[in-house]
């Protein structure tokens, strides 16, 4: 694995026919533009960057998770630094090639249901005014909401549909982000919906930011992305609540996920609930942390031994008939581990509601295996 | 890693001279005799195998695990069955060579702990009967209780100290176990503690099995292994509240066991509670495993922010001083992952009580930086 950058990399188109060579890139035609894909990390290249007619889209990188709120400001920062929320949703980068908006996933797809759906998540006439004044902009963007086709959303936060927060600017070939008072100006301008800021804190008085982060928890927000002013080290922090809202949404998912993926959560839950004074409310979550655990993997079973599957449906909005279709295909494209079933396709005059189900082939197979007394090695 | 066989393997002695030559077995002298152990899986041979003085001592092999109870009988078993309460303890094999009884463990290492013990687990003038009239036995057995040097022992099933309980025997370079009923004859005879036998089943009626399966469970035992009465498979099935013991026992280690470790108990919990009937009892047990997946971190963060390390206290009790030092010397021996430091030791007129702490470092270490706030790439 190449070493985990902390900015955005770029890399030379040059170094794009190499990864093609080596098949760590993918050439495909995308709106009647070449389009070359890093499908995997090469040579120091991140996985998801991508190049189309010459640009380069740089790979948005990992961002760095710290535990300990205090402490990990005062290491990550000297200075005061911004906090603004981060949202629960997909990554996708959105940017202008000719005439086409082109949004690309976090792992440099193409995104059909973004690309459907641009028209309703933010104007793109004011979109198409930046990138007429800044041809070079990459927009970075979370999309959110109970409508995400890629991820169960619980939380109604962000409405039964979806609504996209742009929480950076990027700009072809360019290994960095624009400094956060910079971003936040220009997209007010062209009014491109972007993450909400939480404030500007320093590491000498973080009561107010602890403050904000109860807040987030209490309204069933995901946590805070904290960004120096302009270049550097960005950490993220989530609030205690959304942890055990992802073990409540994946607990069906005992036999597949990693179990880091459940211990983690608890151990960020616990101290995130102490550092933030929460500790009065551990006893009721343990109840509630319990609960998903054991339920979660309760009703799996009994979906496979009423002969169905293990899976979990989703409702999404698209405005094109062609569109549920790419998403469909999308979704299950080259997938090992997901089938992706239609289950209905309704017009209600502005979009399909657009009703599929994701099987989780892993945990069926596991479970199946399991109820038919399978002898394990363990 | 080698191919994983149902039976006992004894690799031929040549094959030990071969291993040690590619470092996959070592050369020690214990009791004056020459001792070697495979260190590693190698060339179809398990780690464990043991040969001393001429002796192959087979490894005592996995045994393969069911979580369905009826479906996994229906698999293992055509013919009836019999089923032995399997004991929560430490693996042992203890056979004579010269003068000398020898206990090894599970991965081939003489055992100080049982060494030192053995007059106290059992009668050692009827074992040294019993390999007089079968030189060539190989006990295999599992010492269990509160005293246990390895593992954390919260259920009083056994006691303050310990007990041992044989459950088969092997011959010296033979792949195979004595039949059961010819076993529990032989070991009666010679007054040989050996493992409660709850019956002798068949596939085509097991409420009986079920029901000594939950009277296991209510008494804290860890559920039962299945045996042909001769050659096959053999497979074990654990009790529902087993599963929730292990993780009290090992919550503070969220940070360092693997999470399957948690998420498989889990799963086999809620998968035996239904089979046996016991649905009922889904909601009070939740609330359990929530309690002790949080308490046991929130315990292991207040003990490092107060200075401490990760940790575990055992008490046992040894007759020598010599035995006291082996087996902290054994404990930690080429350990990278746990210190042990003696805390006291204490002659009450028959036996030496020495306490000590097991540290786990990888958990103390993440620990301390996670609070410090290292920013942490997930």
Redesign the interface.
């Known amino acids: 694995m190449t070493r985990?950058k902390r900015y955005p990399v770029a890399p030379q188109p040059e170094q794009f026919q190499a990864a093609l060579a080596a098949r760590a890139a993918e050439r495909r035609s995308e709106d009647g533009y070449v389009f070359y894909r890093l499908r995997t990390d090469f040579h120091g290249m991140p996985r998801g960057a991508v190049m189309m007619e010459g640009h380069v889209v740089p790979a948005y990188p990992?961002v760095?998770?710290?535990?300990?709120?205090?402490?990990?400001?005062?290491?990550?920062f000297r200075e005061p630094f911004y906090a603004e929320e981060k949202i629960d949703g997909y990554n996708v980068r959105i940017f202008r090639v000719g005439e086409a908006l082109v949004p690309v996933t976090r792992s440099g797809v193409v995104c059909p249901f973004t690309r459907d759906r641009l028209p309703d998540l933010l104007d793109t006439q004011a979109l198409n005014s930046l990138f007429d004044a800044h041809p070079d902009l990459v927009l970075c963007a979370e999309v959110a909401g109970k409508g995400n086709p890629y991820m169960p959303t619980l939380i109604d936060r962000w409405g039964e549909d979806v609504q996209l927060f742009c929480f950076d600017l990027m700009r072809f070939g360019e290994q960095r982000f624009l400094p956060v008072a910079e971003r936040r100006t220009v997209l007010e301008r062209y009014d491109i919906p972007q993450t909400p800021l939480l404030g500007r804190y320093s590491r000498d008085d973080l009561t107010p930011l602890g403050e904000a982060l109860l807040r987030l928890d209490s309204e069933g927000a995901e946590g805070a992305v904290l960004k120096p002013p302009a270049d550097g080290?960005r950490?993220k922090y989530v609030t205690p609540s959304i942890n055990l809202t992802d073990i409540v949404s994946d607990a069906a998912l005992?036999?597949e996920l990693?179990?880091?993926?459940?211990?983690?959560r608890?151990?960020r839950?616990?101290?995130a609930l102490?550092e933030l004074g929460q500790r009065a409310r551990?006893?009721g979550?343990?109840?509630?942390?319990?609960?998903a655990?054991?339920?979660g993997?309760?009703q799996a079973?009994d979906d496979v031994e009423h002969g169905e599957r293990v899976g979990r449906t989703f409702r999404v909005r698209l405005r094109h008939a062609s569109s549920c279709d790419a998403l469909l295909a999308h979704l299950g494209y080259r997938s090992s581990t997901i089938d992706v079933v239609e289950q209905s396709r309704r017009w209600d005059g502005s979009h399909y509601e657009l009703t599929f189900r994701k099987i989780f082939r892993k945990s069926s197979d596991r479970l199946r295996t399991?109820?038919?007394?399978?002898?394990?090695?363990?």
């Open positions: 985990i990992s760095a998770r710290v535990f300990a709120l205090a402490a990990g400001v005062r290491q990550a080290l950490v005992e036999l990693p179990g880091e993926f459940f211990t983690h608890i151990v839950m616990v101290m102490r551990l006893d979550l343990a109840g509630e942390l319990g609960e655990l054991i339920q993997f309760n079973l399991l109820l038919g007394g399978g002898p394990v090695f363990d």
